[in-house]
Structures are given as structure tokens and as C-alpha cells.
């Protein structure tokens, strides 16, 4: 009979094999390591409306309010949110946060001027429902660009006269700017 030692030593060098047999193969299941790269970074590579959510979430937590007055929110691949918050406690301030997947960073004070209107330039998460849906306007920006290996490489939403969701769409040979309402339904592709 084994000692369980001589088990767990087995248990265990079959699991190392099994690792190296897949990360030699570069697979994940029946798909090439390489093709999913490609296809997560196609697909805007962690922009997704869970970690929008999170990222809001972790912020109301953090001033311990339901809902947040915000200037930008900025959504990167690789599951990165940066977003300028305007300060409950104090609303002629503005805080910038990046939000990791994870973990919420510490506040950076952004200097705000006499002349900004933080009234015309704030939003809540509410007013912006294309941000329920992230996922579709990643879709939607690299369906209305049709760029040959296109990827999204951003989503910016910010306030001028309203509030623009943008994505950034760049391939090797092109970059375009596409704008969505704040109901997620495009209305502008802007080449660059």
C-alpha cells in the first residue's frame, strides 16, 4: 500500500506534467493561446460593464453614497477604469481614481479653475446607459468601423454640450473615433 506521502508527490508531479504539456502547447481547452490573445484584444481585451459597475461600486463605497457625480470615466483594456470624481462632501473638488479589476487606487486631487463649470460637466452613472452595455458598443464601434484586425482600444465618456461615449478603434493601417449617444446607438465615425 502507498503512504499518502508517496500519493501526494504523485498527485503532484502529474499536475506539473499536465501544466507543462498545456502551457508547452500554449492551449487553453481547443483553443490556440495566441488565437485567444487575439480575440480578447479584438473584443476591447477586459472592457466589460462588470467592471464599470465595480469600479462605481467600490466608489460609492469609498464616499459612502448610492450614487456618484462624475467628468470622466475612462475604461481601458486590461480591465482598467480611471474616473474623475466630483467630491460629495465637497463638489467644487475633483478626485481621479483608477480602478483595477480588483482594487480602487487612492485619490489624486485634480485642480479644478475658476473657470469650470462642474455643474455642466458632471454626470451620474444613471444618465449614461450605454454604460450598461459596454460589451455593445465595443461590438458596435468594430462593426461600424470594419477595420481589417481592428481593436477597441479605449472608452472615454465625458460631458461637452452632452453626454458622448466614445471608443477608440485603431488597426495597423487605420484609427477612428466612434460616438455614441448616451443611450449606446451610434451617431458619428470619425476617421483620424
Known sequence: MASAA????????????IAVTFGATGCIGAVDRADFDAAMRARGGGMTTAVVRDAMAALALEYGVA???????????????????RNPARP????????DGR?????TPVPV?????????????????????VE?????ALADTAFDDGQVTGISVNRTEAIRPTVMVESPRSRALVVFDADGAVSGVHPL
Do not use: C, K
Open 6 to 17: 508517496s500519493v501526494g508527490r504523485s498527485a503532484a508531479w502529474t499536475a506539473m506534467a
Open 67 to 85: 450614487q456618484l457625480q462624475v467628468t470622466s470615466v475612462n475604461i481601458g483594456p486590461v480591465e482598467t477604469v480611471d474616473v474623475t470624481v
Open 92 to 99: 467644487d473638488q475633483l478626485d481621479s481614481y483608477t480602478f
Open 103 to 107: 482594487y480602487l487606487s487612492e485619490p
Open 113 to 133: 479653475s475658476a473657470h469650470d463649470d462642474l455643474d455642466a460637466q458632471s454626470f451620474s452613472l444613471g444618465e449614461v446607459p450605454a454604460l450598461g452595455r
Open 136 to 140: 455593445s458598443l465595443v461590438d458596435d
